[in-house]
């Protein structure tokens, strides 16, 4: 399963990187947002100089021309860029003329799987269920997930499955049981994935009796 990070944080970004798992970064208006008042394509520039991997940048426009104008911007900018498209009719036409083009889209804001099967029929490279935004409306996201798993498995559709909105390292757990390609979650989250009591306390016990060994070597070797 490939792990993204779903942040436009750069001390994020470098962070997960540098624990060698990082396989991409998502990013969308509202994660950029929080950056400030910083350049977008130079923003974008900068993750993509930090992950050997897929980055995705949004297009804000909502008809065809203008997602298609933005959609070249941004896949100038580097070619980890991979172009993120909204689940709307002129987004499935910009999706399957980026495909034609060969520039990589990531089609966003998917909440049914039958929308999942129109972005995959129009090429799409990745599709993003929203887990967590269809659980807080009391349903179930990750039924979403394994629904499109099982439509893409019955016909062969290369779309990678990319778990977003995800909130917990149990949306990551089902997530992969439902077979999904791709985790993009907070930087928090990723780290959440480490917790357990059980090995802070393995590890606090294993320290423990490592310093009482070593005094008792000391102490031997003071007799001896
Ligand atoms: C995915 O690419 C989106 O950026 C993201 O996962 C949305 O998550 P949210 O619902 O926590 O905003």
Redesign the pocket.
Known sequence: MKFFV?TADLEEIQEANDMGILDGV???P??VKEQGNVDFHEHVYKICEIVDGDV?AEVTATDFDGMMEEAHSLAGIHENVVV?IPLIQEGIKALRALDDEGIPT?C?LCFSPMQALLAAKAGANYI?P?I??IDDISSDGMTLVEEIVQVYDNYDYETEV?A????HPTHVKRASLAGADVA???FDTLLKMLDHPLTDRGLERFLADWEEYKEARKAEAGMA
């Open positions: 779903d998502t990013t969308n509202s994660l995705s993120k990531n966003t993003s929203f967590g935004r990319l977003a909105s995800i909130r993009t979650m907070p």
